[in-house]
DNA sequence: ATTAAAATTTAGACAAATCTAAAAATAGGT
DNA sequence: ACCTATTTTTAGATTTGTCTAAATTTTAAT
């Protein structure tokens, strides 16, 4: 298994897709950062090894065992993270690019060290779910920021955008997870919010609230 | 900076050499296990970065950037051995595996911060010194056990021979780095060794004796 | 100094992953 | 159903690091 095809099974993952909406070259291709064509040789060079199905112009659908691997890549992906926030110091917005060269590493005794010096995390610093060895993760009940009514109240519990940006703002303005939140207001014009958070009061942009997540009070 | 060429310029430094003693192509191929049309490719490019210097049929001499650049690569290898011994509980015959792919991630940040976790560690698991960020390394005035005399005391301090094989046979035997030693008796007929190691007493063959390093007392 | 053996380099080929440009297939609008 | 725009694939080229086989240079022995 070369880094590229890890990469791309990592890819075809998160753009979701099934055997009946498979995903598109063009699609694997903007996330990439590659043409097209180059996309077209991988399929078959993936569908060759069983790990995706590929039909010509029909694109692309993980097979079972490309999703065990596409998830045995992501929960290294998001251990690492967990590992340079917790033991390390790094910041939620630095993490993404060291850990996106950690999870190639080839040692399954090395990430399961790592799991377990973490205490098992089931989440990675963005909120996202870390898939367990037999590629298994939790789905938390959570829904956007953008779309809770006034008057509910929940806990930010992960990032839907994970870009250094969009992080960095957040910390800017002291919004992290775990922290409660309650809709006070929501404006007509514009869909920011009022929200009430750890206290304080606080005004977000529609494109703020709909890049966060929230799990609501039962 | 290819991982190729990192390796390539890790086992130019490890193989000594000099300007005015260079090393050959076949000794550098015979390490990479690869060719030497191999290596003689690889030379000319390196000689391109000015890496190394490189004249044909002299063989390749490393330039003070290619010297600096195969120390920071032998520090993030030396510091990642550590790390896995001091935090993952791996044993000394495991790591060098792994930490083979962990040198080449490219994160200043992530090694200097593995460097502070383990409170600066000056050695590797081997006894090996670990280089520091501006590529200083302490050198330890030990010898082998096979050069010392009968009666001399010493402690342990590191191994010329780290191969798995080698490890797991000092492990077997309780011998390890830090322990103290005696040299009781040298057998005329094989060069072996009985030793006092830690209140016990043991027989060493030569082979082992020329593959441990002692530092002599005083 | 000559010559055979060994070491090294060159030339040409290959696999992986990519690209560009052109061709082919699909999808959408009428 | 047809035509056009878009998407996708093919064909052929490129780069990196490797290889084999042949040619060249060095070395060491006589």
Known sequence: MTRSEENYLKIIFHLGGS???????????????????????????????????????????????????????????????????KKLDFSWDEVHEVAEQ?????????????????????????????????????????QLLSEMSIGSKGVCVGVKDSSAPFLKFLDKNKIALGHTIQVLEIEDFDHSLRIAMEGRELRISHQIASNLYVKKNE
Do not use: C
């Not at 799991?115 to 789905?139: A, N, R, Y």
């Open 19 to 85: 055997d009946s909406t498979p995903i598109t070259t063009n699609a694997i291709a903007e996330q990439m950062e590659t043409k097209p064509s180059s996309v077209t040789d991988m399929a078959k060079k993936l569908a060759e090894k069983n790990l995706v199905k590929y039909k010509r112009y029909q694109g692309v659908s993980l097979t079972e065992q490309g999703t065990k691997t596409a998830l045995s890549i992501i929960r290294k992906h998001r251990l690492w993270e967990v590992f340079l926030v």
């Open 102 to 142: 950690l999870e190639h590493i080839k040692s399954e005794k090395l990430i399961d060290k790592i799991d377990e010096l973490l205490e098992f995390p089931k989440f990675d610093p963005h909120g996202d779910p870390i898939p367990s060895k037999d590629g298994k993760f939790m789905v938390r009940d959570k």
